[in-house]
């Protein structure tokens, strides 16, 4: 039911049970990026945010897949489309564990997302972030995001919206 | 691929959002939701909503929606649980407002642990109740549940209750 999407580097697959450690590990940390994905958390609450992702793809059809480094077969992050009932916009999301990060796989992993999200009635393909998460601005511009809103979202918290366009046929390759 | 069970005044059947995520909703914006993670907003209480086709996803097993069969409506949660961290697999169960005190819980959490010996066939079984959740510690008194330990997390101490095993349950229902 979760379809799987091939890059050049990267498997992107569904959630599954063996990924707890990778949620633990990441989420666990008090410093870095975790802070921006509500970390740090225990790791029944990891749990909960593991089952959470998976339950979203059963809700919606569509949610956040596991990056899976295909030459090691390590899973190193998340990538995908979420948007929560409550929630005003979707957004292209993304997490790397620390020493996945540095080699364009964030880039990678969110091209291949968006133009899933082109193919199931995504248009545009919006991602949004806190002012301070300087890592998720410089990507959705990478991206060739364009700024089209400013918005105080339900959290208290203003963000930038983006929409990002779809990523020519070079750059991807999805099964 | 969930299955759909039945006790004198409930069916326990698969989450459905439609019907579901309002009174869900309600709940994680009340205070009673404090031992369940709450209160939060909209959007997080869908996340927590979205946790339990996960687990079942996960697991192969997962809490149960529970629906009066008098109204249709939607009554809270129960069944076998088991976050990662936690020590053993458990019955969890959760009442949204109005369903209080006429034993829904204690109902639909036996049906839950005769589902978890009979069905996936656990051999023993508990449930972790904070201190303070007096509800809660009264249903797993009527279950005949008996505190064991306890397991420290976060910040509290929750008490782990024994349930009844396998085979007393069996002879008090024959």
């Known amino acids: ?175 | 691929m969930i299955p759909t069970l039945e006790t004198e005044r409930l069916i326990l059947r698969p989450l459905c959002e439609e019907t579901d995520f309002e009174p869900m909703a309600a709940f994680f914006a009340s205070e009673r939701s404090g031992f369940y993670g709450g209160p939060c907003d909209r959007a997080q209480a869908w996340r927590k909503t979205a946790v339990y086709p996960g687990h079942w996803a996960l697991r192969g097993y997962g809490p149960f929606a529970l629906e009066e069969k008098a109204t249709g409506r939607f009554a809270g949660l129960a069944g076998p649980w088991f976050p990662e961290g936690f020590p053993e697999p458990e019955i969890t169960w959760m009442l949204c407002d109005g369903f209080e005190g006429r034993g829904l819980a204690t109902e639909a959490a036996l049906r839950g642990l005769r589902f978890a010996y009979e069905t996936l066939g656990w051999r023993t079984a508990v449930s972790s109740i904070e201190p303070r959740n007096g509800p809660s510690l009264r249903v797993a008194e009527r279950l005949g549940a008996v505190h064991e330990y306890d397991f420290r997390i976060g910040d509290s101490d929750l008490g782990i209750f024994r349930h009844l095993s396998p085979a007393v349950l069996a002879e008090m229902a024959a």
């Open chain 1, 1 to 175: 039911m979760i379809p799987v999407l091939e890059t050049e580097r990267l498997t992107l697959r569904a959630p599954e049970m063996a990924d707890q450690a990778v949620y633990a590990g990441f989420l666990a940390r008090a410093d870095g990026p975790s802070a921006f994905y509500g970390g740090p958390l225990r790791e029944d609450q990891a749990f909960q945010r593991l089952a959470a992702d998976l339950g979203h793809w059963h809700l919606r059809g569509h949610g956040k897949w596991m990056v899976v480094e295909r030459a090691t077969g390590r899973a190193v992050g998340g990538c995908g489309l979420v948007q929560p009932t409550g929630w005003p916009r979707h957004e292209l999301t993304w997490w790397l564990i620390e020493d996945a990060r540095g080699q364009g796989y964030a880039t990678e992993a969110s091209r291949a997302a968006i133009a899933w999200g082109y193919a199931h009635g995504f248009d545009p393909v919006e991602t949004h972030m806190r002012d301070e998460n300087a890592a998720a601005h410089a990507l959705a511009k990478r991206l060739g995001g364009r700024l089209i809103a400013r918005e105080t979202f339900p959290d208290g918290a203003t963000r930038d919206v983006y929409a990002l366009p779809q990523p020519v046929a070079a750059e991807r390759r999805s099964a």
